[in-house]
């Protein structure tokens, strides 16, 4: 715990990338007296000049090595941010909580339940807590939604369906060694939208849902880029209880479907709606709703969050449990699911021939995505068919 009248100790891993993203909060947390960055490990400080000169100008050392930074820092630093790949946050979450700091990582927790496992055991060993950035976690109008659905307003919940298509460009798969890849150099990502782009939602729908185990039904995958992993999916499972979820999404598509969760209770209906708002409504008429911040809000909520913890046990944080249930999902899809390959025919390229901007529709997918999500079916059911 950080004294209440000392500005909280952070180390930032990258400020490259997303890296800037959390650079930003930190630089916020400092102008308002509340953190201040006194290590960061910068692996290209050609290209980082500016922001090395800023955080040095401000009391900050610099290295090239995260492992050498923690070294130096061991015992010195309160909060950890890391905003890196997906195969480097199990080993750099748990060499961080071995030097005795708190972890602010970005989700997802990690690219294999064997990794969370590992994490886990870390954080009950130190004695140090990790948080993990699925932003939209720390939203106000989440916990509302979530507050109230526990409280039955809408019943029983019977079944949650989320869908979400963001058209992405070659481009987007190239921008590091492990995008749209399922490992790097023996290291579990297992990258896809539901485990990147769209993760965020498809753990709060676990949230809603409540912590339950869930079995898989159906995972129809299928990649219209030249990547390892897919690029579109509807994937369906339930809990024990009888629960069912629904997940769609793509970044194979023309059209763009703004993140939405739908619950439906056995006495109403809620739903969470991205950048916008949150509502439910009851069987009898009763309804409710709370404006959602949009994602630089939601960002910031999360960062205060995580200092928050610092202070004090009880701020509600995205833990390593909640985290994990995603992983959960995420490793039985690749486990039970097989990747198809979307015929070429079956794939129109917008834009310039071959350039990185360019984005692929797959025909027919964008209807068939909304019929399916409207009746809870897989594609199949929804009259989906490639080559036909």
């Known amino acids: 715990m950080t004294a209440p009248s000392q500005p909280a100790r952070l180390a930032i891993i990258g400020v490259s990338g997303y890296g800037s993203i959390h650079l930003q909060l930190a630089r916020e947390s400092r102008q308002r007296g509340e953190a201040q960055i006194t290590a960061a490990a910068i692996i290209n400080p050609d290209q980082e000049a500016a922001n090395i000169a800023e955080l040095r100008s401000h009391g900050a050392e610099i290295f090239t090595d995260y492992t050498e930074m923690l070294r130096a820092h061991a015992g010195r630093i309160d909060l950890c941010l890391i905003p890196t790949g997906i195969h480097w946050h199990a080993r750099m979450t748990i060499a961080a909580l071995e030097a005795g700091a708190n972890v602010l990582v970005e989700k997802p927790l990690a690219g294999s339940l064997t990794e969370v496992a590992a994490v886990r055991a870390a954080e009950q060993r130190t004695g140090r807590f990790v948080a993990v950035g699925f932003q939209d976690f720390y939203e106000p109008g989440t916990t509302w939604l979530k507050e109230e659905l526990d409280r039955g ?12 298509v963001w058209p992405r460009t070659r481009g987007y798969f190239t921008r590091n060694d492990w995008a749209g890849r399922l490992a790097v150099n023996g290291m579990p990502v297992m990258d896809s939208p539901l485990n990147n782009a769209f993760a965020h939602f498809v753990m709060l729908s676990l949230f809603f849902v409540g912590g339950q185990d869930l079995v898989l039904e159906g995972a129809e995958l299928m990649r219209a880029h ?68 949009d994602i630089t809000g939601a960002r910031r909520a999360m960062f205060a969050a995580a200092l928050a913890r610092l202070r004090d046990p009880a701020a509600r944080i995205c833990t390593t449990e909640l985290a ?49 999500y409207a009746a809870e079916q897989s594609l199949a059911e929804a009259g989906f068919r490639l080559g036909t």
């Open 153 to 164: 307003v809408i019943g029983e919940i019977r079944s949650v369906r989320f869908l979400g």
């Open 226 to 293: 030249a990547i390892e992993s897919f690029d579109t999916a509807v994937v369906r499972s339930r809990t024990p209880s009888g629960v069912k979820l629904w997940f769609g999404t793509s970044h194979a598509c023309a059209d763009t479907v703004e993140p939405e969760i739908v619950i439906t209770g056995s006495r109403g209906q809620a739903a969470w709606r991205y950048e916008s708002e949150a509502w439910w409504r009851a069987a009898d008429g009763r309804t409710e709703r709370r404006a959602l911040l």
């Open 324 to 372: 994990g249930r995603h992983t959960a999902l995420i490793e039985s899809i690749h486990r039970q699911g097989r990747i198809g390959v979307v015929p070429t025919a079956e794939v129109n390229w917008t834009g310039a021939n071959g350039m990185t901007t360019q984005v692929p529709d797959i025909r027919g997918l964008g209807e068939a995505l909304r019929r399916s």
